[in-house]
């Protein structure tokens, strides 16, 4: 099925550990993102990439860095994991223009303990 | 970036037609108003968009004045699997890349 796949689904890591996020779509999508969505709040733009080769930093993005890989591809890695990263991580892509909006991947659930 | 305000929550029977509105004081002249659902461990689901007028779809209608300022979405007819948090956004409607500004939404919670 298309769409936008992530992995893992949920993470739990010790304070200081280091992880990648990753996520895949497959529409051809040129633009990705990544979203973190906190309890009771609405989702915050961490980084997002416009298009292969190019990302930028949106809202929330200290402690994080992210690689787009190619087209398909988009990671978002945690250097050295803190408490205040708790939250669930969205990946979306959306087409060449705003048509038909987002499209949002399951999201990964991360505790750092 | 276009701030958005909309009820926090809202309570509806099955059955009844659910009517959302949102408030879009600085929306800017080329984007969309689109609205999106969100259930309970999921990623948010894109529903409906508009630019003007109404607008409607297999899902809901999207109502929007011709001042743009506001827009209201209505669901027919609600079911329990209905219950979820709808956000209305403005999105930007010309090619290339746009953020959406997420605000807290409206959690729709449907009785039975």
């Known amino acids: 099925n298309a769409g936008v796949t992530q992995t893992p689904k949920f993470q739990v890591l010790k304070t200081g550990q280091s992880m990648t996020l990753q996520c895949a779509q497959d529409m051809n999508h040129n633009s990705m993102y990544w979203y973190r969505q906190d309890p009771g709040m609405g989702l915050r733009l961490i980084y997002y990439?416009?298009?292969?080769?190019?990302?930028d930093k949106g809202e929330v993005p200290n402690g994080y860095n992210v690689s787009r890989l190619n087209k398909r591809e988009f990671s978002l890695r945690l250097e050295s994991a803190a408490p205040s990263q708790t939250s669930v991580y969205f990946c979306a892509s959306h087409p060449p223009t705003g048509d038909y909006g987002y499209t949002f991947g399951s999201g990964t659930r991360l505790t750092v303990v | 970036l276009a701030k958005t305000t909309q009820p926090i929550s809202m309570d509806s029977y099955e059955g009844q037609e659910v009517n959302i509105t949102c408030g879009h004081n600085?929306?800017?002249?080329?984007?969309?108003i689109t609205w999106y659902q969100q259930f309970p461990s999921q990623g948010p689901r894109f529903i409906i968009q508009?630019?003007?007028t109404k607008v409607t779809n297999e899902v809901a209608s999207l109502f929007i004045p011709a001042d743009r300022k506001s827009s209201t979405l209505s669901l027919p007819r609600v079911s329990l699997s209905d219950t979820a948090v709808y956000y209305c956004l403005g999105a930007y409607s010309g090619a290339g890349s746009y953020q959406l500004t997420f605000g807290k939404g409206t959690k729709l919670s449907v009785i039975p």
């Open positions: 508009g630019y003007k």
């Open positions: 600085n929306i800017a002249t080329n984007d969309y």
């Open positions: 990439s416009a298009s292969e080769g190019t990302t």
